[in-house]
Structures are given as structure tokens and as C-alpha cells.
């Protein structure tokens, strides 16, 4: 196989949806903390009339599963170490901005986040795990979306750098990767998440604070955005000549197919994943902001406007890196109506790909269309490119002799890695792969445990009850075999 003797085998998780201990040692609310997945459209926020404010208030009826997660705040150290015995050289997770920055706009951290992390970073060190570090995972503090709107206000730069200035500096010499904003480039199709906005003036209605979310505020998130990543970029490698700053992209839009070869269907297709990554994309990987949204801005009535300071900081400030996740793919026809979900975009059934998940989600799955994503990110942006997350949620559970033998999902991996193989072969500068997520966490989109992607099993379930017992799968095994060979087990199938 083409994979370099220094690739990146691991696994990635989000605080969030790992670590549990929502209110411990100092740690206050983020966004993720009051919904039960992240397309919910019942956020755990209320309208104050009196206060004239948005406030927490989650709903008794729901059971909120990340409050708790997994318990990876208390059990890391054990979970590391069966990472590593997969033969893990990396490991991506979070920082939860919560435990640095309680509310977000206090003028000291809290030493106790600072110290949780302070040993889970050595422990990876330890271990032989280089550290990835995503420094914004949907998890901006709740405090900074009721009081001041979240990313749609200007103010956040300057609370986000403070954030970004201490974990740079406190943890230089652990990590060396650290990636801005995972998957930023959802913020219109989840604004609210990931984007951290809430319009707060005049909602059209309170009770819905996703729906009273304006399309300015949504533009106005996209600008702050913009100018934060840049500044966090030139702030990285001011602290450390070592620093590799990485943007975080969920790209599975980009293995977005015309259906036919209808040319409105073509146009359409393109339009699709210029809204749905480059325009995020660009001004990261190249520094410019895309002439296309000048029509876009027009037909949403919006007025975005960056200055001509702020255009040569996005310019000269531009990633090491992109990471990405990548899913599975779709086709766009004109006449059906596109939509998404946490795994990307869908329109039609690809009748070409014979290969899903199994129900109850039932994913397409397109090995190939990762080859494709990896040729068309890097023919676009000349960077190394990192898979940060690419998995198959099952819904799974210990058979009659105390196993777990998920097949599909070993041959889920075997086949997008040989996919992966034939890019790095066609040229692609691919430098890891890191599955996402190693062992069983919450789900995002869902909110539930029921949906599995772990190679390591956590007795826990949707109503919250569970051991908490780690096991592992078959998958765990054939993962190992395929890190030691350095991907050469693949071969045995072809």
C-alpha cells in the first residue's frame, strides 16, 4: 500500500459527546448541553419577558445523555490506553471552552479545566499519541449565545483569542495540531450549533430561538468567523514556530453528484457544494473571500462587509492544514428537495451504490466518493489534507456469549481506507486517517447511545441506564491488524 511510514492512524471524539460531568469543577453550560442531539429543533432555552433574555431551561421529559456521556472525564486514562493498544500514534479530541472560560467572557481561566487537560495531553504524550485538538466542537458557552448572541456579535473575537492565547500557551510542547472550528461550514444549515448564534433583538418568536434566527446574524457569524480563524492562525504561530493550525470542514458535500447530466442539474450540483463548504473553505485554505456570495447576499437582503484590514489578515493568514469528515454521498436533482443531516447533504438514492448501513439510519455507503473528496479538496487547495472523521453508526449489542461482531463495520473501514490508498496513489497529499469515534459516545445528531461507531463497546443506553463497562468489538481487532501492517492487510483482499 502508498500509505507514508508517518501517517496518522487514530480515532477522534468531541468533549461533549465523551466526557459527561457537565457542571464539574467550575465547567457551566454550552450549546450542546441543552439539546438532546444537535437537530433538535427543542433547545432547552427559554424567553424571559421580564429579563428580556434568553435562559436555560431544559425540558424534565428529555433525557439530556451528554450531561453524562460516557464518563470520559473520569475514565480517560482507561480509555487512552485501549486506543493505544490498537497501535494509535493519534488521537483527536476537544477542549471543552466551558471548563477554560466558564461563561466565555471571564478575564481569568478556571484552573481546574486547565488541569484536566494538562493530564490528558500528557497521557497521550505518554503514551506515544500525538494530540489533535479541535479548540471549538460545538461547545460554545451557553453564556455567550443568550447574552450577547453568540458568533453573529463582534465582541466574540475577543473573548474566543482569550480562550485560544491560554490553551495555546499552557499547552505548547504537548500539542503540536490544533484545529479552529469543527465543521463551521454547517452554520447556516445549523446556526444555532454551529455557529453559536441566537438572534436576541426583537425575536419574531420567543419560543422558537432557532426559528427567530436571522439570515443577518447569520452572515454577521460568517464574518466574525472569518476574522477569528484568521487571527487565531497568525496567534498560533506568533506562540510557537511548531504550531499546525488546521480548519475542520465536514466535506462530504463535496461527493455531491448531478443526478443526470442535465447541465441546470450540473449548475445545481456545484451551487450545492459552494454553500455547503467552499465558501467556508476558501477564505480559510486561500485566503479570499468568494466573489459568488456578493449574489447571495443580494437575494438573502444581508449587508456583509469586510474591510480592507480584515481582507489582507484573512489573506496572510491562511491554514497549515484542512481536515475534514467525510460520510457518504449523495446526488442532486433539481426536482427533489436537498436536505441534511449530521452525515451531509441528501436528494436521491444514488442508484449505483448497492452498499448501505443497516437500518434503522441505513447510510449509502460510498467508499470512492472519499477518493473523490480527497482529489477535489486538494486539487482545489494544495494542502495536506486529515480525515478527522469517517464511520458507521450500528445499532449493536452484546450477543449471547459476551461478544460484539460488527462486520459491517470492518468492512466499512477496509473499503474506504483502500479508497484512501488509491488517493494518496493519485497524488493526494494525505497525511492521516482518524476514525471517528473509537469507542461508543453519544451521538450528535440524535443525541442517543443506541447509535454505535465504537470499536470499543460502553454499556449505556437512551434511557440512561448502563454499567458504563468498556468491551471490545471485532472491529478493534482488525483495526490493530490494519495500523501494524501499516494498511499492507488490505492487500490480502484484493
Known amino acids: 500500500m502508498s500509505f507514508p511510514k508517518d501517517f496518522l492512524w487514530g480515532g477522534a471524539i468531541a468533549a461533549n459527546q465523551y466526557e459527561g460531568a457537565w457542571l464539574e469543577d467550575g465547567k457551566q453550560p454550552n450549546v450542546t448541553d441543552v439539546l438532546v442531539g444537535i437537530m433538535s429543533k427543542d433547545p432547552g432555552i427559554q424567553w424571559n419577558e421580564d429579563k428580556k433574555k434568553y435562559e436555560m431551561k431544559l425540558n424534565s421529559d428529555k433525557v439530556y445523555l451528554s450531561h453524562d456521556a460516557v464518563d470520559g472525564y473520569h475514565r480517560y486514562r482507561e480509555d487512552l490506553k485501549l486506543m493505544k493498544g490498537m497501535g494509535f500514534n493519534s488521537f483527536r479530541t476537544s477542549i471543552a471552552w466551558g471548563r477554560i472560560f466558564p461563561n466565555g467572557d471571564e478575564l481569568e481561566p478556571n484552573e481546574a479545566g486547565l488541569a484536566y487537560y494538562d493530564d490528558m495531553f500528557a497521557c497521550m504524550n505518554e503514551l506515544g499519541m500525538e494530540p489533535v485538538i479541535t479548540l471549538s466542537h460545538y461547545e460554545t458557552p451557553l453564556h455567550l449565545i443568550t447574552e450577547y448572541g453568540g458568533w453573529s456579535n463582534p465582541q466574540l473575537i475577543d473573548f474566543w483569542l482569550r480562550y485560544v492565547k491560554t490553551v495555546f500557551t499552557r499547552y505548547k510542547g504537548k500539542v503540536k495540531f490544533w484545529l479552529t472550528f469543527n465543521e463551521v461550514n454547517a452554520l447556516f444549515r445549523m446556526p444555532l450549533v454551529a455557529g453559536g448564534v441566537l438572534t436576541i433583538k426583537d425575536p419574531k418568536d420567543p419560543s422558537d430561538p432557532i426559528g427567530s434566527t436571522t439570515k443577518q446574524d447569520q452572515w454577521d457569524a460568517y464574518h466574525n468567523i472569518l476574522v477569528a480563524n484568521a487571527k487565531t492562525v497568525q496567534l498560533g504561530h506568533e506562540i510557537s514556530e511548531d504550531y499546525q493550525i488546521g480548519c475542520m470542514m465536514t466535506a462530504s458535500s463535496v461527493a455531491t453528484y448531478p443526478y443526470n447530466c442535465d447541465p441546470l442539474n450540473v449548475v445545481g450540483t456545484l451551487d450545492a457544494q459552494r454553500m455547503n463548504i467552499f465558501f467556508m473553505a476558501d477564505p480559510f485554505c486561500l485566503g479570499i473571500v468568494p466573489t459568488y456570495l456578493k449574489k447571495v447576499w443580494k437575494e438573502d437582503q444581508v449587508n456583509v462587509e469586510f474591510s480592507d484590514e480584515e481582507l489582507k489578515l484573512i489573506k496572510e493568514n491562511t491554514v497549515d492544514f484542512l481536515s475534514f469528515s467525510y460520510y457518504r454521498s449523495t446526488t442532486f ?162
Open 333 to 494: 436533482d433539481r426536482d427533489v428537495n436537498l436536505k441534511v443531516d449530521t452525515g451531509g447533504l441528501t436528494c436521491r438514492d444514488n442508484p449505483y451504490l448497492k452498499d448501505k448501513a443497516p437500518q434503522p439510519w441505513g447510510w449509502a455507503v460510498d467508499p470512492v466518493g472519499l477518493r473523490y473528496t480527497l482529489n477535489v479538496l486538494y486539487d482545489r487547495y494544495h494542502l495536506p489534507l486529515l480525515i478527522v472523521e469517517n464511520g458507521v453508526g450500528l445499532d449493536e449489542n452484546i450477543d449471547e456469549k459476551g461478544e460484539i461482531h460488527d462486520d459491517f463495520r470492518v468492512h466499512y473501514i477496509e473499503e474506504h481506507l483502500k479508497n484512501v490508498n488509491d488517493a494518496i496513489e493519485d497524488g493526494v497529499d494525505c497525511r492521516g486517517y482518524l476514525y471517528w469515534g473509537p469507542i461508543d459516545v453519544v451521538s450528535a445528531g440524535t443525541g442517543e447511545m443506541k447509535k454505535r461507531y465504537g470499536f470499543v463497546y460502553v454499556d449505556r443506553f437512551n434511557d440512561g441506564h448502563g454499567t458504563l463497562e468498556r468491551k471490545l468489538k471485532d472491529s478493534y481487532y482488525r483495526y490493530k491488524e490494519i495500523i501494524e501492517s501499516n494498511g499492507e492487510v488490505l492487500l490480502e483482499d484484493e
